[in-house]
């Protein structure tokens, strides 16, 4: 696999010089529809459908009428199942995996790889929080009409995927027939948070005919709110010591720490959409979406320093040197009682249109987004020291006890800190697009598609903070403390098991709202936070593109397909500040420009009606993310580590190869299977350094490029309502999908080589669903097996630690009153699994034990 490039050009001249006949058309922008042949306009205009049937069939029509590999979520797939976000309902598509944030859907990997280009409605999009893409979980599943994941890309798309595009699409006011009023209200019960909340949608569309053409109108509002708890052990780094065990060196936790997040999550999306058609071959649109995500967090937790201590005899060391049991003496204790809150907010507005004169459509797009993103830390320490301070690793759930020493005590329990640190980030982008595709119709060469794209986006980002010593007694302020709130903690799955929970802590909504009373309490003067101008860095990316692409078929519609070449320059300028050698802060700046080629070919070979088979080769890139480029330095004087970044990054570029065979044996129903391969260069990793700053020494992560690594896996899939059984049976139907996916890079821990960081090798996803009678009923299982979860230090050493396999069990149930009333009651987590993770996946090395809520969920849905 070493001559990919090779390969690529054979698969763009073979594609040339073969019979040719239609394909699906460029997809960006998709607000334009530009260029799109008979069959995607079919599917893209597919109104609004209704039943998890339907949708089904829909989705599964999207798939077979690509020319690109894609798979896609129509409509009601999203909103039937209780999925909260965007990324809870890409979980169970064929070679997604997400990572979990609080019992939510997060981060994204398509075929093994974060780096993954969000667009909505064809049109880039991004949050202001350092990263390129869009954090999905920041939209409301109920405000899509669809999304789908393109796997394999093709000239006319926006680059900046290694793994794929995922595209949101929302809905189009001429797509509806008249006038529609629909709306869904829900509410959403927590277990361990025990609270009930509200979460609701609408839409209203309609449209007329005028003297002046056609016009359509829409607005959808969804809004949701969540209180959430998730309970988590983390077991402190392992490190050598010789003051447990009398003359013996033997392998031991740094630390304990246990901490409850509260949380309150509220998500609000607006989007509306105005089209107009003065004419049968002219339309003219203009598109606002808004989002906004407020993410609250009350976090109370204990940290218990290990490292040095001698322990009382008796300790339990494993056969491998590992100590599993054991009791310290006089353990330093740190109460953290601490807001992190994030809030994001994202504006897009876009216009433009289409024209179409017999053989040649243009289009256009213009857009500005805006994105507003910041993450506050404001936290209040205290602490004690324990007299004696069991640990025990080989229980169910790990424990820790302070053997009776009373924490609840004000004169045990004295003020250490305040500690706040704000970060504000700003991103705004200016982007324009002009497309042209002329018929050909020549026999084998079906059309020629051309394109510009422009963007101009910034994004900045600047933190303040400020740091208040204390050391005074607990009977100082006794005012400002509390009992902790998460005295439970652990009980619902602990088994017994001895838990750390019952302790004094600063409560929270004082140090988020009442900060400078605290600060008074504590004899400090109001203080506000001060800039870091380590932290702040300023990035202005500018990118042309151009493109040229080919859409071919035989007459016969056995072959069909496109194959381009997208050309893209990118310069970018980098402002932002340094640590000096000689001591000091300094201004750094950093100017780049570079070129890239990317060719792509999509064939598509129609074996019969029902069966195809596909070939795609391509050349992808991913620009590093802002914040890592950023040369800013975060530091936490607590924990002693802090992060950084790197501003001559390069980009990730990767050669890739996929196919796949797909068998549409019934409408709704088919199995198929894909291959795929990615070599990648230019990997970036994050690997721990040891490093000094006025005197104090810091654990600090930087990124940087590596020598690449290899992904390559497969995935199979299939569905089917059983339509053929009698009666009531008729409505059962069945989803199962299955990807395996091995990579490996040889230095993301330096002397090893290890699997990509979040990437699981198995994953699975199992799918009943019945649909009858108005009742429909769906049960969902996603399973992924144990992945590379984070990197640690052990005696000064890069390691591994690893995330042990898990599943996700969620369901649904809903009946139709009447034709345009639905009743639903739906469940997530609801086995409340326990999610594990192990330092060089040692059973005897436990590093995270977590739960979340278990989450029900009721509501009605109704359509005028």
């Not at 979980?91 to 979990?100: H, L, P, S, W």
């Not at 640190?421 to 042209?436: E, R």
């Not at 391969?677 to 994050?686: E, G, L, W």
């Not at 369901?811 to 326990?834: C, F, H, K, Q």
Request: hydrophobic share 35%; proline share 5%.
């Amino acid at each position: 696999m070493k001559n990919v490039g090779a390969y690529l050009c054979t698969a763009a001249l073979g594609a040339l010089v073969m019979p040719a006949g239609s394909a699906l058309a460029q997809t960006a922008p998709a607000a334009a529809k530009a260029t799109t042949d008979a069959k995607d306009e079919t599917v893209a205009d597919a109104i609004v459908v209704s039943g998890v049937r339907a949708s089904l069939r829909s989705a599964q029509d999207r798939k077979a009428n690509a020319s690109q590999i894609v798979d896609s979520i129509v409509a009601e797939d999203i909103g039937k199942l209780p999925d909260q976000n965007t990324t809870d309902a890409l979980q169970r598509v064929t070679g997604v995996q997400i990572e979990r944030d609080y019992g939510e859907g997060s981060t994204v990997y398509v075929r093994g790889l974060a780096q993954v280009n969000t667009t909505l409605n064809g049109r880039e999009i991004f949050t202001a929080q350092g990263a390129r893409g869009l954090n999905l979980q920041d939209i409301p599943a109920e405000l899509l009409a669809g999304l789908d994941v393109y796997k394999s890309p093709s000239a006319n798309q926006i680059e900046g995927g290694l793994g794929g595009l995922i595209d949101l699409r929302t809905r189009r006011p001429l797509d509806f027939k008249g006038l529609t009023v629909a709306g869904n209200i829900r509410g959403i019960y927590s277990d361990l948070a025990k609270e009930l909340t509200p979460a609701v949608s609408g839409l209203i569309a309609d449209r007329w005919d005028t003297g002046a053409g056609e016009i359509g109108a829409l607005v959808s509002v969804s809004y949701q709110e969540r209180k959430f708890r998730s309970d988590l052990i983390s077991t402190g780094t392992p490190a050598s010591s010789t003051t447990i065990v009398p003359g013996q060196t033997v392998v031991a936790p740094n630390g304990a720490y246990d901490v409850t997040p509260y949380g309150d999550r509220r998500r609000l999306g607006i989007s509306g959409t105005l089209q107009w058609k003065p004419t049968p071959n002219l339309e003219i649109y203009f598109e606002g979406q808004y989002a906004r995500f407020n993410n609250l967090n009350d976090n109370y937790g204990a940290s218990v320093g290990l490292g040095g201590l001698t322990a009382e005899p008796g300790a339990t060391v494993a056969a491998n040197g590992d100590v599993t049991k054991a009791t310290y003496l006089n353990a330093p204790l740190t109460v953290l009682s601490y807001a992190y809150d994030t809030r994001d907010r994202m504006t897009q507005f876009a216009g433009g249109g289409k024209w179409t004169n017999d053989k040649l459509t243009v289009s256009t797009d213009i857009s500005y987004t805006k994105a507003t993103g910041s993450v506050v830390f404001n936290s209040g320490f205290t602490g004690a020291t324990i007299p004696r301070f069991s640990v025990d690793n080989t229980a169910f759930v790990p424990g820790s006890s302070a053997n009776g020493y009373d924490l609840l005590s004000q004169s045990n329990t004295n003020f250490q800190f305040l500690l706040y640190q704000g970060t504000q980030n700003k991103a705004d982008q200016f982007a324009g697009t002009l497309d042209a595709s002329y018929a050909v119709d020549s026999g084998f060469l079906k059309s020629i598609d051309v394109g510009f794209r422009y963007g101009n986006r910034t994004a900045q980002s600047n933190q303040t903070s400020f740091f208040l010593f204390s050391g005074a007694p607990g009977t100082a302020a006794p005012s400002i403390l509390a009992a902790n709130p998460a005295s439970d903690f652990f009980s619902k799955s602990s088994r017994g098991t001895p838990l750390l929970s019952n302790y004094l802590v600063i409560p929270v909504p004082l140090l988020r709202d009442h900060l400078s009373e605290v600060q008074t309490a504590l004899g400090f003067d109001a203080t506000d936070p001060v800039d870091g101008p380590l932290a702040f860095y300023r990035v202005s990316e500018k990118t042309t593109a151009l493109y040229a692409m080919a859409r071919f078929g035989s007459p016969s519609g056995l072959v069909d397909g496109n194959v381009g070449l997208r050309y893209v320059h990118t310069q970018t300028a980098l402002n932002g500040n340094r640590t000096l050698s000689g001591g000091g802060v300094g201004p750094i700046q950093v100017n780049s420009s570079y070129d890239d080629f990317l060719p792509s070919a999509n064939i598509r070979f129609n074996l019969t009606d029902k069966l195809k088979l596909r070939l795609a080769a391509s050349k992808v890139v991913t620009r590093p993310n802002f914040s890592d480029l950023s040369p800013s330095l975060t530091l936490n004087s607590v924990q002693q580590n802090g992060s950084a970044g790197n501003p001559y990054l390069k980009p990730l570029k990767a050669d890739q190869l996929d196919a796949s065979l797909e068998y549409y044996f019934a409408r709704g129903s088919s199995i198929y299977g894909a291959l795929f391969y990615k070599k990648v260069r230019n990997f970036i990793s994050v690997n721990p350094s040891v490093e000094v700053y006025d005197g104090i020494t810091y654990t600090i992560s930087r990124p940087d490029n590596n020598q690449g690594g290899e992904i390559k896996g497969a995935e199979v899939g299939y569905q089917q309502f059983f339509d053929f059984l009698p009666g009531a049976l008729s409505g059962l139907g069945i989803q199962a999908n299955y990807t395996y996916v091995d990579s490996k890079t040889t230095s993301s821990i330096v002397g090893q080589t290890t699997p990509l960081q979040g990437l699981s090798k198995h994953t699975y996803n199992l799918v009943g669903m019945y649909e009858k009678y108005g009742v429909s009923a769906r049960v969902a299982y996603n399973w992924r097996s144990t992945y590379f979860d984070s990197t640690y230090l052990f005696n000064g050493v890069g390691q591994p630690s690893f995330r042990r396999g898990y599943g996700w069990l969620a369901a649904s149930l809903s009946y139709d009153v009447t034709p345009n009333v639905t009743i639903s009651l739906e469940g997530n987590n609801l086995t409340r699994v326990i999610r594990r993770s192990y330092y060089n996946n040692m059973d005897t090395r436990p590093h995270e034990t977590q739960i979340d809520d278990r989450q029900i969920i009721f509501g009605v849905r109704f359509k005028l």
